[in-house]
């Protein structure tokens, strides 16, 4: 029977893009997803990637650093997929101009005149423009990533690890990289705690020529080579809520018949922004993002959690283990938590993680499990029973 070096469970974002980094190495890869190449959240993506301005600090650096990778990454992956033509943000609650016009970055203000200069369609709106942006298409991107890897479409429910070898199903691998975003883990990772957030992106036709990629509460990319262009948002958190994600958003009853509702909304939020003409809708889709209270995302070695605080119980209490005397799960690895910037992070995580993995380098401990870990075993959330 084949034994695969690595078996990614998850095709989205992440997982096809660990996948990809992974096959730079001569690797044997093989994905497995449930609901097919991107068929959860990163298929309904809108897929922008655009800076995070502000004064600079540990957060915004990190997703910046990320945009830069991640465009020069994808330029040279698919030239003729990627429209990088700048993005438009445009004041809000969570950003007005001052914060927009006090941060580190570079940007041009562009103000009412100057936009209907532009078109005729922009409203009575200003904003401040990056060149450092793009929109992608989710699914070609994910199909190219996985070039040379094996694919299966499946369910799975369980992980057995027998003589150096990981069984799923009738799969057999050395390595397993756990990238299922929302899903239900297949190991019980308690300090990583997933949160939800729900994304709705619809897909429409307009005759209005959008110059540059608009960003206030949703985001408006410019026209695709398709003739399409995407409108997407970020619609509703479940922080609160004690829900399991056992299948896509679209087919979730939390969210049956609300599409005509979330449809309009969208629009007549984009319709303040600038006048789309002609409209027709092609497309709707929805997808909930993982995310963690840190925004950061998570990658590294997967702790067990109840071993290591049996070895060392004074964790709790702030003793400083070193990392490397913790103990993990034999060759499970994980990269989840990139939230509404799927398509800035992965890329950019895939290569610390492939680099982690392949040579030993160091995560940076912001993105590591080790923090995590720490973080609720010190709170004593964690019981060893």
Same mark, same amino acid.
């Given at each position: ?14 997982? @096809? ?131 040379? @890897? ?236």
């Amino acid at each position: 029977m084949k034994i695969y070096d690595y078996l990614i469970i998850g095709a989205g974002s992440a997982g @096809c893009n660990i996948a990809h980094f992974l096959k730079r190495n001569k690797n044997k890869i093989a994905v497995i997803d449930r609901e097919g190449i991107a068929g959860g959240a990163s298929g309904a993506a809108g897929a922008f990637l655009s800076p995070l301005p502000g004064k600079k600090n540990l957060y915004n650096s990190f997703v910046n650093d990320a945009l830069n990778f991640s465009l020069d990454f994808y330029e040279k992956l698919v030239p003729n997929e990627i429209e990088k033509k700048g993005v438009l943000r445009v004041p809000s609650t969570n950003f007005n101009n001052i914060k927009l016009q006090n941060n580190y970055m570079k940007y041009e203000y562009f103000d009412t005149k100057k936009l209907q200069n532009i078109s005729k369609n922009f409203k009575d709106i200003d904003g401040y423009f990056y060149e450092n942006a793009a929109v992608l298409e989710p699914l070609k991107i994910c199909k190219k990533l996985l070039d040379g @890897c094996d694919f299966y479409q499946k369910d799975i429910s369980k992980l057995i690890f027998k003589d150096g070898v990981y069984e799923v199903g009738k799969l057999r691998a050395k390595n397993i990289i756990l990238a299922q975003g929302v899903n239900t883990s297949l190991i019980n990772i308690p300090y990583i705690k997933i949160s939800p957030i729900f994304g709705l992106r619809v897909d429409v036709k307009t005759t209005t020529k959008i110059p540059f990629n608009i960003h206030k509460s949703i985001s408006i990319s410019t026209n695709k080579n398709d003739g399409t262009l995407s409108i997407g948002a970020t619609q509703q958190r479940h922080d609160a809520a004690d829900m399991k994600c056992e299948t896509t958003c679209d087919k979730c009853t939390f969210y049956i018949n609300t599409d005509e509702a979330q449809i309009k909304t969208l629009l007549d939020q984009a319709n303040e922004l600038i006048e789309l003409e002609n409209l027709e809708v092609i497309k709707v889709y929805k997808g909930a993002r993982a995310t963690i209270k840190s925004y950061f995302p998570t990658i590294g070695k997967v702790i067990n959690d109840e071993a290591s605080l049996k070895k060392y119980p004074t964790i709790k209490n702030g003793t400083k283990i070193p990392l490397e005397s913790l103990i993990y799960y034999k060759n499970l690895y994980v990269i989840n938590a990139l939230g509404s910037r799927g398509f800035v992070f992965a890329p950019y995580l895939a290569k610390i993680l492939c680099e982690n993995i392949i040579n030993n380098i160091h995560i940076p401990k912001e993105l590591s499990t080790q923090k995590l870990f720490f973080k609720m075993a010190r709170s004593k959330k964690i019981t060893i029973i």
